[in-house]
């Protein structure tokens, strides 16, 4: 019913596939999965976290997620696995695609054609998934990685070794000390939600090229001159930056955001967006 090709097995992939697969057809009572990481939660790690992010994700959507719990019911799971991956090598190799986005785009064409070749009807044929009733911006939100930081008192937190500026709007400035959630969306774009309301908010990441002359608010200068100078120590005893290692795989990110650069430059770049001064 959905396929797609991806250079990782991620939560981020998951998420994405998931959404398409909602959007076609709806949502269904449960997904049966396997024990993979992106569904289950470890013993070592269930301690501090109950869910997965692809697990909370399937929550807030109120479906089921039922991991195989045997060899038995894995090997049902990975049984149409198997014999999808040998004949899409096949039919791939006679259709000249050597790319994921090609793969991607022809994947419509091999289920159709699989489904019908190989498909039975239902013993009980009704249609049991149920409409999405939650809004493009309500499901942006959900299939967005989430976690939860707490505002210094210059309403600042860093995520993902960067540091984030909320702006200090008279609102904003009875944040102080409280927690806020930061949506990490597939897209790569990031969203700050206090309750039911969004933040708006500044960056400063000392991992990418950083303008040296970027201007910071006074009150804020100690939390960005703290972090600085902690990266710079790093960078000094480790010669080199990387992100945290607890943070998303952010493979799907980086392929969504090719994606829409080769559609328009300008809108993964504003910066480079030059208006004309002819007059026409």
Not at 60 to 80: F, M, P, T, Y
Not at 230 to 255: I, L, N
Request: net charge positive; proline share 4%.
């Amino acid at each position: 019913m959905n396929l797609q090709f991806s250079e990782t097995e991620s939560a981020f992939d998951y998420m994405v596939a998931t959404r398409e697969y909602l959007e076609q057809h709806g949502k269904p009572t449960a997904f049966y999965s396997d024990r993979h990481s992106v569904f289950h939660v470890s013993k070592r790690d269930a301690k501090t976290e109950r869910l997965t992010q692809f697990g909370r994700v399937l929550h807030d959507l109120n479906i089921e997620l039922i991991c195989a719990n045997s060899s038995q019911a894995k090997g049902r799971v990975e049984r149409a696995n198997k014999t999808l991956q040998d004949r899409l090598v096949k039919e791939m190799r006679l259709q000249g695609i050597d790319t994921i986005e090609q793969a991607n785009a022809w994947l419509p064409d091999i289920i159709a054609d699989f489904n019908r070749r190989f498909a039975k009807p239902a013993k009980y044929p009704k249609d049991m998934h149920r409409p999405v009733r939650e809004s493009m911006d309500d499901l942006d939100d959900i299939f967005a990685w989430q976690e939860l930081r707490k505002l210094s008192k210059s309403l600042t937190f860093q995520y993902d070794k960067v540091i984030y500026l909320i702006d200090p709007t008279e609102e904003n400035q009875r944040l102080v000390n409280q927690v806020v959630k930061v949506l990490d969306r597939p897209d790569g774009t990031i969203a700050i939600q206090y309750g039911h309301r969004k933040l708006t908010f500044k960056v400063f990441d000392k991992l990418a090229d950083v303008d040296q002359g970027q201007i910071v608010d006074n009150k804020r200068l100690g939390a960005v001159l703290k972090f600085a100078q902690a990266k710079q120590q790093e960078f000094e005893q480790q010669q080199k930056r990387s992100r945290s290692k607890k943070a998303p795989k952010r493979t799907a990110q980086q392929r969504a955001i090719r994606q829409l650069e080769a559609l328009n430059p300008v809108l993964v770049h504003p910066e480079q967006f030059k208006a004309s001064r002819k007059k026409t």
